[in-house]
Nanobody, 121 residues
Framework: QVQLVESGGGLVQAGGSLRLSCAAS????????MGWYRQAPGKQRELVAT???????SYADSVKGRFTISRDNAKNTVYLQMNSLNPEDTAVYYC???????????????WGKGTLVTVSS
């Protein structure tokens, strides 16, 4: 009942920047936490960044100081600004949200289908 659509991925050279967006739609009553994960070829999916409904953020050590997560509650959208990209950042990036649908429902997790980020050396 909740759909997530990621956008903004692409190919950039090392040192460049990209901004990812994830828009949630559907029968949404409210959204709690939102986050970004990534999975590189041959590696496990890992948490990149999270942001709570109150705006508190958390980052993986590998991206601290380079990535910034933010959200626009009016648009049900979460963003990931990625600066100083390096080849190690190459991966499929996935959006995840915790949301309640319309009705007496609890919070549940929803995943996007991913957007590819490729950083060339």
């Amino acid at each position: 009942q909740v759909q997530l659509v990621e956008s903004g991925g692409g190919l950039v050279q090392a040192g460049g920047s990209l901004r990812l967006s994830c828009a949630a739609s559907g029968s949404i009553f409210s959204i709690n936490a939102m986050g970004w994960y990534r999975q590189a070829p041959g590696k496990q999916r890992e948490l990149v960044a999270t942001i709570t409904s109150g705006g508190s953020t958390s980052y993986a050590d590998s991206v601290k100081g380079r990535f910034t997560i933010s959200r626009d509650n009016a648009k049900n959208t979460v963003y990931l600004q990625m600066n100083s990209l390096n080849p190690e950042d190459t991966a499929v990036y996935y959006c995840k949200v915790s949301a309640r649908t319309i009705g007496p429902s609890p919070y549940a997790d929803y995943w996007g289908k991913g957007t590819l980020v490729t950083v060339s050396s």
